[in-house]
């Protein structure tokens, strides 16, 4: 069972009054989130409800047109995807965003070095007794894929993949983390990896995690809380446990009846 996390002085996401038209239609109105320090909060709703679009608009992937977004406190509205990467938040893609050519350790070396921001280099045969190599690898050995070192990114499954993204935001050392369906795709017998990968992600960082997902069981075995989306609007947040039990989301979300 979840611990509820309760509501600090400071959020480290603060979502105010988010509103996204476009060509006429409103695609987000008046998204109002507070996430806490360290939650695990997931973000639940129908299809079109606009839950990527609300991720969009947090990592600088689209412009609201109107509300403000606050990363611990300070306002990144305006600031690119490359500005609030710096600022640490860190995202993965619905579509993998890996280097498939490269090795599973090389993946995760690239982002190690620039997170220190220290020079890397594509081209160059690493030593893997390299400090960013010795990283790299206890952060894969972290989230199970100590077996994948040296396979081609490309070349391993969809559930590791996953947990290939992990580590390489473990490693970007990203404060509040957005996972956009990790589960997609993913092998029933991997979830299980996956879900101890995310868990451990939160517990090595102490990060703020918002997660969209529609594998709605594993999901509120996981999260904190609960933000359901509903036509562009976030109409409840609440432990998975009351979100179940809220007669307005059994209506909106799960087609049942209030
Ligand atoms: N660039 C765009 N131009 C026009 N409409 C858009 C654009 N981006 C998203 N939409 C529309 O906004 C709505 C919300 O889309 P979004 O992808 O955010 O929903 P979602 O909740 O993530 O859905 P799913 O669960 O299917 O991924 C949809 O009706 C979509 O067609």
């Keep these: 069972m979840n611990t509820p996390v309760p509501p600090l ?17 409103t695609i987000l109105k008046d998204v109002d989130l507070d996430v806490a320090p360290g939650a695990l909060v997931g973000v639940i709703g129908p299809n079109g409800a606009g839950k990527t679009t609300l991720f969009n608009a947090v990592s600088g992937v689209i412009r609201p047109t109107a509300g403000r977004i606050l990363l611990d406190g300070v306002d990144i509205t305006r600031d690119s995807v490359p500005q609030r990467a710096r ?19 090389e993946n995760v070396r690239i982002a190690v070095q620039a997170a220190e921001g220290g020079s890397y280099s594509l081209f160059h045969f690493p030593k893997k007794t390299d400090a960013a ?35 390489v935001l473990l490693a970007t050392r990203s404060r509040l983390v957005l996972l956009d369906e990790p589960m997609a795709g993913v092998a029933s017998g991997d979830v299980a990896g996956l879900v101890d990968s995310i868990r451990g992600l939160q517990r090595e960082t102490g990060c703020t995690v918002l997660m969209v997902e529609h594998h709605i069981e594993v999901l509120m075995g996981l999260v904190d809380l609960v933000a359901v989306m509903y036509f562009g609007n976030i109409i409840a947040v609440d432990t998975p446990q009351q979100i179940m039990e809220n007669p307005t989301v059994q209506s909106a979300y799960l087609g049942t009846s209030a």
Excluded: Y
């Design 9 to 25: 002085g400071g959020a480290a996401l603060r979502v105010e009054g988010l509103g996204l038209d476009i060509g006429g239609a």
């Design 87 to 105: 600022a640490g938040l860190g995202r993965t893609f619905q579509t993998s965003s890996l280097f498939p050519q490269l090795s599973v350790r």
């Design 133 to 167: 190599s010795i990283r790299a690898e206890e952060l894969l050995r972290s989230v199970g894929l100590a077996h994948h070192l040296d396979s081609r990114a490309g070349d391993i499954g969809h559930g590791d993949k996953r947990k290939l993204e992990i580590a």
